[in-house]
């Protein structure tokens, strides 16, 4: 993603890798501060996935994948790293997807690291160039939480279509969900729409439905974690009701994902497990308190949306509908090297 922070343009991915240093953009932090994070260890890249420093299914996927190349530089049990990486987060498939994938190439940690990580790239590229077919000129598109360029290494899922259209001058605009607890919409897509200069305004959670049903939103498109077999699929907390309201008021509403958030191993979404988080994440916003303390709170920070009001998924392999998504099943996760020749 170009970005232009003090001043200086630069063009930079959510996270690399530098051996034997993996290197992150702190997105606890933006946009008050731009701070690039040095991982060294395993254990350091586990409190950097489990605190957010990197979040997002693909780029904490991506950290996954470079954590396994980089335990094997420092002569580590690759088995062993690869427990302790994918116990740092529940619902994100990517996690376990990537670091299986990478464990599957065990001899060849580093090559097979940095070519799941481009692949990534290039598949979050053609979701972009798929999902802008679907977008017309000067269209009003709500999204929630961050699935963009940080979430996703570079480009993004939801916001790569968006990128895309906005690159071939159709000029979209953006309702940014803020994404309460931890703000992702608010300080996240907005930042990242604010460095592509696309028109976009931030919205409460809740105004959502309001805006709606005045005809000020043309389609939805969100990230996913979790996508399962029968099309159901796990997104922030939030996800959810803003489908409902979708279907209520008519508009078509898109999942943007690659293969690696795909989990066809479970049937439904009854079966995604879903992260709690702490109450402190509700009850501060920037560390200051707005809920009395004697309160206590209640965290899940996803929820699973039917596949029902899913009007169509778009993936690097082109936009599927949920009856169609067997067409994906059959790919196992060295189909995940197909795109890499092509970058
Ligand atoms: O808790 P987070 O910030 O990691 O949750 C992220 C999301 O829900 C995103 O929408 C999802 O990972 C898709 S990112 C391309």
């Known amino acids: 993603m170009n970005i232009n922070v003090g001043g200086t343009k630069r063009n930079i991915r959510a996270v690399w890798y530098e051996e034997p240093v993996i290197k992150m953009i702190d997105q606890r932090i933006l946009p008050d501060e731009f701070k690039i994070v040095d991982i060294r260890d395993t254990s350091e890249l586990y409190s950097a996935i489990r605190n957010m420093t990197v979040r997002g299914a693909p780029s904490i996927g991506a950290a996954a994948a470079y954590g396994i190349a980089q335990a094997s530089y420092l002569g580590k049990d690759l088995e062993?790293?690869?427990?302790?990486?994918?116990?740092?987060?529940?619902?994100?498939?990517?996690?376990?997807?990537?670091?299986?994938?990478?464990?599957?190439?065990?001899?060849?940690?580093?090559?097979?690291?940095?070519?799941?990580?481009?692949?990534?790239?290039?598949?979050?590229?053609?979701?972009?160039?798929?999902?802008?077919?679907?977008?017309?000129?000067?269209?009003?598109?709500?999204?929630?939480?961050?699935?963009?360029a940080l979430a996703s290494v570079?480009?993004?899922?939801?916001?790569?279509?968006?990128?895309?259209?906005n690159e071939s001058g159709k000029k979209p605009f953006v309702w940014v969900d803020?994404?309460?607890?931890?703000?992702?919409?608010?300080?996240?897509?907005?930042?990242?729409?604010?460095?592509?200069?696309?028109?976009?305004?931030?919205?409460?959670?809740n105004?959502?439905?309001?805006?709606?049903?005045?005809?000020?939103?043309?389609?939805?498109?969100?990230?996913?974690?979790?996508?399962?077999?029968?099309?159901?699929?796990?997104?922030?907390?939030?996800?959810?009701?803003?489908?409902?309201l979708a279907r209520e008021n008519g508009i078509n509403f898109y999942v943007a994902a690659p293969l690696s958030t795909f989990d066809f191993t479970i049937e439904n979404g009854n079966e995604i497990p879903i992260e709690v988080r702490t109450e402190e994440e509700v009850k501060e916003i920037k560390g200051v308190p707005v809920s009395p303390k004697e309160s206590a709170a209640y965290n899940p920070a996803f929820d699973v949306t039917p596949t029902k009001y899913v009007t169509g998924y778009i993936t690097e392999y082109g936009i599927f509908k949920s009856s169609e998504l067997g067409n994906l099943k059959t790919k196992g996760k060295d189909s995940i090297l197909e795109q890499v020749s092509k970058v």
């Open 178 to 205: 803020e994404t309460r607890p931890r703000l992702q919409g608010a300080r996240l897509t907005a930042w990242e729409l604010v460095q592509e200069g696309i028109g976009h305004n931030v919205i409460a959670d």
């Open 80 to 148: 062993e790293a690869g427990k302790i990486i994918k116990s740092s987060r529940p619902t994100a498939n990517d996690l376990f997807f990537a670091v299986d994938f990478v464990l599957q190439h065990k001899q060849e940690a580093r090559k097979y690291a940095d070519l799941y990580v481009e692949s990534i790239v290039e598949r979050s590229r053609l979701i972009g160039v798929n999902g802008n077919e679907l977008i017309g000129d000067r269209k009003k598109i709500l999204t929630h939480c961050n699935a963009g």
């Open 154 to 165: 570079d480009y993004g899922t939801a916001l790569s279509p968006i990128r895309m259209a």
């Open 207 to 244: 105004a959502a439905g309001f805006l709606m049903k005045r005809g000020e939103v043309d389609m939805v498109i969100v990230g996913a974690d979790r996508i399962t077999s029968n099309g159901d699929f796990a997104n922030k907390i939030g996800t959810y009701e803003k489908a409902v």
